[in-house]
Nanobody, 125 residues
Framework: QVQLVESGGGLVQAGGSLRLSCAAS????????MAWFRQAPGKEREFVAA????????YYADSVTGRFTISRDNVKNTAYLQMNSLKPEDTAVYYC??????????????????WGQGAQVTVSS
């Protein structure tokens, strides 16, 4: 079992920045990939970014490339999402996810077996 707890969400003006954190506990040694997804009202949950267990590879949705940066600290068992140049369309609940089954992909919700409770990010125009 892996438990994930997000923090760092909030309200920010367009063009501003926020950093989300995802603290993992439990069987963290079994985690292959950590990822962030988001879900806006009335929309499906969508992929934002993912990072492999050693941080060597990172993957981003086109909509956030160049603005968001994913990272992880395996000593602290924490993943981060630095969000810069935020836009109103980034408003959503952001979810942290972990893959402990060593799936082959990164972009699909089905690749991840543990999820956090979500953190609200609201960007005002």
């Amino acid at each position: 079992q892996v438990q994930l707890v997000e923090s760092g969400g909030g309200l920010v003006q367009a063009g501003g920045s926020l950093r989300l954190s995802c603290a993992a506990s439990g069987r963290t040694y079994s985690t292959r990939t950590m990822a962030w997804f988001r879900q806006a009202p009335g929309k499906e949950r969508e992929f934002v970014a993912a990072i492999t267990w050693n941080g060597a590879s990172k993957y981003y949705a086109d909509s956030v490339t160049g603005r968001f940066t994913i990272s992880r600290d395996n000593v602290k068992n924490t993943a981060y999402l630095q969000m810069n140049s935020l836009k109103p369309e980034d408003t959503a609940v952001y979810y942290c996810a972990a893959d402990t089954r060593w799936s082959s992909g990164y972009y699909s919700r089905e690749e991840y077996d543990y999820w956090g409770q979500g953190a609200q990010v609201t960007v005002s125009s």
